[in-house]
């Protein structure tokens, strides 16, 4: 009797057991079903980096398909990591350029995102918008709505859209296009809008764009040859340079083997550059900065931009792991050809190899209104002067070249833009004489050679 009802007990417990086990069973194939059934194209769990773009072309399909691959890993309310630290929205602004107005979102952090545009709502009456939802983020205090009202865009409001989601929508205007890619040093989203209206070049601030300094220890005295070319001012096509002293403030870029730091030594360089250039060719002169300041890389190009100049030059000092590495490079916008190229842009972007590449992977699109081929023409009137001032003095220099590479600093330039490394910091040689004015100097009149160069075949 006891057999049979221990028996009959084991029988109840299986039959139990068996049928839980089945359903989650099906539970587990279920839900493998349905990762497995996910569209290609459903968005991810990582930050958009990409741009995005309303024109199409056949000569540019696989950029825009690897392109599209980025963005497909934009980031959705649900991708929130609830342990990590909220970003800090830090600051909004917005640029009023002639040919797109760009505005950006800075945090005190990466942080991931999302974007859409929406189309006029005429039963509602809402104008057309676009907006970004900033996932695991929160506002600071003081950051308020923007007025616009360029043409492109009319307004940019920023509120907390939900507990860890920070929402920024522009009310369209005119907009026809649109592209969004982040910045590094600080982190910032990157919206440029672009559409049609009439040009119009906005002041630029004050603050940044300042004065050239009237100091006498960096004042050349000027010589016969001098003076009379300051008599005969340029006049053609290029009237207005910026120069763009690299780095600086908080940010020192490349220190060399003895202590020197790439912002001082392209500061001293780009001031003289300034007073060569109005003195010897007679043109008007910008700059991003006469003092040791920070401006960021998005701002560099939009200042150009906004005081409508025709060429933008931007002066930098190189290093390298390998401490023999020597000589003179200049660069345009492009994507990079080389690992070495790729690691020089990650190191003048503040940034990483990585996001390098995804800046590589919406570079065409970025560069819609680049002047690629008058960029490259610049850049080597530029190379072969300097190289022809600085080799014929001292011994030992080598001549790099003409590179390509996607430089943020060179980003959202309208008008001919280069990058110059007029030497390794890290190459102890080469440290000595960057803070050598004897060198710098040199160094000034063979881009001034350059430049002079470029004006002449454009008559």
């Known amino acids: 009797m006891t057999k049979k009802l221990l028996l009959l007990i084991v029988i109840i417990i299986m039959a139990v057991a068996l049928p839980g086990m089945s359903v989650a069973e099906q539970a587990e194939q279920k839900t493998k079903g349905q990762d497995a059934a996910q569209p290609a194209g459903k968005p991810g769990k990582k930050a958009a980096k990409a741009s995005h773009s309303s024109k199409k072309g056949s000569s540019k399909a696989s950029t825009k398909k690897t392109a599209k691959k980025v963005k497909q890993k934009k980031a959705t309310p649900a991708a929130a990591d609830k342990t990590a630290p909220m970003a800090l929205v830090k600051e909004l602004r917005h640029w009023s350029n002639p ?4 505005i950006a979102v800075a945090l005190d952090r990466e942080a991931k995102f999302e974007f859409h545009r929406l189309p006029q709502n005429e039963e509602l009456k809402t104008p057309p918008r676009l907006y970004i939802d900033i996932i695991g983020a929160k506002i600071a205090p003081g950051v308020k709505d923007i007025t616009i009202g360029d043409g492109l865009l009319k307004k940019a409001r920023i509120g907390q859209f939900r ?20 910045f590094s040093d600080p982190f910032s989203i990157i919206i440029d809008a672009k559409g049609e209206r009439q040009p119009t070049i906005s002041k630029a601030r004050e603050t940044t764009i300042a004065p050239l300094p009237a100091t006498e220890a960096i004042k050349p005295v000027p010589t016969q040859e001098q003076v009379k070319e300051a ?9 207005r340079i910026v120069v763009d002293a690299g780095h600086g ?5 490349a220190l060399g083997v003895g202590g020197s730091r790439e912002k001082d030594v392209v500061l001293q360089i780009a001031l003289r550059l300034a007073r060569k250039l109005k003195e010897e060719l007679g043109l008007d002169v910008v700059l991003t900065r006469s003092t040791d300041v920070f401006i960021e890389l998005k701002e560099r190009t939009a200042i150009a931009n906004q005081v409508g100049a ?9 290093a390298a792991l390998n401490r023999n590495s020597n000589g003179i490079e200049t660069y345009y916008l492009n994507l990079a050809k080389t690992e070495k190229v790729a690691q020089l842009a990650a190191q003048e972007n503040g940034t990483s190899l990585e996001k390098v590449s995804v800046l590589q992977a919406v570079l065409f699109d970025l560069m819609a209104n680049y002047k690629l081929n008058d960029s490259a023409q610049l850049a080597d009137d530029v190379q072969k002067a300097v190289y022809h001032r600085v080799g ?7 001549n790099l070249g003409v590179k390509q590479g996607p430089f943020y600093v060179l980003v959202g330039a309208t008008m001919p833009s280069i990058l110059v490394e007029t030497a390794f910091l890290s190459n102890e040689r080469e440290e000595a004489r960057l803070k050598d004015p004897a060198y710098q100097e040199c160094t000034t009149e063979g881009i001034v050679d350059g430049i002079r160069e470029y004006i002449a075949s454009l008559k």
């Not at 008599?231 to 009237?239: L, M, N, Q, V």
């Open 392 to 398: 014929a003095k001292y011994s030992g220099v080598k």
């Open 99 to 102: 040919d797109y107005t760009r």
């Open 249 to 253: 403030g908080h940010d020192p870029g």
């Open 163 to 182: 507990p860890d989601t920070v929402r920024v929508v522009l009310d369209l205007d005119s907009m026809k296009d649109y592209k969004v890619f982040t």
């Open 231 to 239: 008599a005969r001012p340029a006049i053609g096509k290029i009237r």
């Open 310 to 318: 025709d060429l933008f030059v931007s002066i930098h000092a190189n």
